[in-house]
């Protein structure tokens, strides 16, 4: 597996010098052409990677410090505009914002609130007023707009969400924190991002108010690992070995990224990680030989490297649906257990990918069994990871986004709608 970079190339890669732009200019005529703005965790950077390597001029570009708060999130990005000195920082977003249509054809952000280029011009309130006037300014130069989401507040609105997750909210930290969280504020969002995107992948949420309409594209899109950073053999660094005290020890893993956050402590427990600890705890007592592997805040970069030692993952057992700690355990071949709702409200058709979905399906009141289960069938562990592994790289791998994309890229630039796009799941769908 090979390993990760997380340097950042010349800004000036972004120049305006006109000899250059007119080149830029034939180039585009003839191939796709993509930027994806401000970083996604790491799923820009790979899946730009990978469109390149099926001709596409794409890059992720990013105006974050490398050190900033974020980046424990991050494994770097094409081109980083950032630098402490806000004239030339201004400098550079001006030359980025006037280049962009002269050399791509789509813009492709990420992040509730950053419709804008400059930082000082995203969204803060919970009305998401600010006038996106560099957006416009890429539409109106016919540049199109795609965008991912970021979670349950993207679009959604709390009640809405509560109902469908059967009252999950009552354990998130966030819940009446009306400036992260609430009606208005998320739909709010909702209204904005659909008034100016083209493209809005949804990646899985449930079809509930913004995240289902006629510019959404519901299956993964955008949200992926690199199958070979994230691969069953990674060679473990000397500092992460040596997880397992005993060949006979049942290593199950749980993690939380933001566990000493504040916006993220006090007494809910989203993820349920009470739950698997006293199961885990439970297990251990009538003489199982299993251990909990309970990680937080370690980089995204590195976490792998423990990920890949355990025998069982435990993902989340209240949302619903999986996220980047799901993708990335079962793109290791770990067998995965979390909380996972099919269906979708109002009668609307299961996704394709959740209906292949091989999580195993529990909540806090059952994960004590469903644990057990596995703890027993070391052959069943083993059939789970595998077929993990076989969804993760058919669905989340980024050559397998990159195709999808190219699909949904081309069925929007003919102007069709994105909510009447294909699945587009394998080459033979795109033929």
């Not at 976490?303 to 890949?308: E, G, S």
């Not at 529990?362 to 052959?379: F, G, H, K, Q, Y």
Request: net charge negative.
């Amino acid at each position: 597996a090979r390993s990760i970079s997380t340097s950042t190339r010349n800004p000036d890669v972004m120049t305006t010098d006109p000899e250059i732009y007119r080149k830029e200019v034939v180039q585009s005529a003839s191939k796709r052409s993509v930027v994806f703005l401000h970083n996604s965790y790491y799923h820009f950077l790979y899946l730009s990677e990978a469109l390149r390597k099926r001709g596409w001029d794409a890059i992720s570009v990013s105006l974050e410090a490398t050190d900033g708060n974020n980046a424990f999130f991050y494994h770097g990005e094409d081109v980083n505009l950032y630098t402490p000195d806000r004239q030339i920082f201004q400098d550079r977003i001006a030359r980025f914002v006037a280049g962009v249509p002269r050399r791509f054809r789509m813009v492709h952000f990420a992040g509730d609130g950053m419709m804008a280029v400059d930082p000082r011009n995203q969204d803060a309130g919970p009305r998401r007023e600010v006038i996106p006037w560099e957006f416009l300014e890429w539409k109106r130069a016919g540049v199109k707009i795609g965008y991912s989401v970021s979670g349950c507040t993207d679009g959604i609105s709390s009640d809405s969400f509560y109902e469908w997750s059967l009252h999950s909210c009552d354990k998130c930290s966030l819940r009446q924190r009306a400036e992260i969280c609430s009606p208005m504020r998320n739909l709010a969002w909702g209204h904005k991002r659909e008034m100016v995107c083209d493209l809005i992948a949804t990646e899985m949420l449930p079809a509930l108010d913004y995240s289902f309409g006629p510019r959404c594209y519901r299956e993964p899109l955008t949200m992926g690992c690199d199958a070979s950073v994230w691969h069953p053999e990674l060679d473990i660094p000397e500092k992460y070995r040596g997880v397992r005290k005993g060949s006979d020890e049942i290593l199950i893993y749980h993690g939380v990224g933001n566990y000493f956050d504040p916006h993220y402590g006090g007494a809910r427990d989203y993820k349920g990680t009470r739950a698997v600890k006293a199961a885990v705890d439970k297990l251990a007592a009538e003489g199982w030989p299993v251990r909990l592997l309970f990680v937080h805040d370690v980089p995204s970069s590195e976490v792998r490297y423990i990920q890949v030692q355990a025998d069982i993952v435990v993902d989340q057992l209240n949302f619903g649906r999986y996220g980047a700690n799901g993708r990335e355990c079962m793109m290791l071949g770990r067998p995965v257990v979390g909380r996972i709702i099919r269906s979708e409200p109002q009668g609307v058709p299961m996704l394709q990918s959740l209906g292949e979905c091989p999580i195993v399906d529990a909540t806090e009141d059952s994960i004590e069994v469903v644990l057990r289960d596995l703890v027993m069938n070391p052959a069943k562990r083993l059939a789970l990871g595998q077929a993990c592994r076989e969804y993760a790289v058919k669905w989340h791998s980024s050559d397998a986004l990159a195709e999808r994309y190219e699909a949904v890229y081309d069925w929007i630039m003919e102007g069709k709608t994105p909510a009447d796009a294909p699945v587009f799941s394998t080459t033979a769908d795109m033929q």
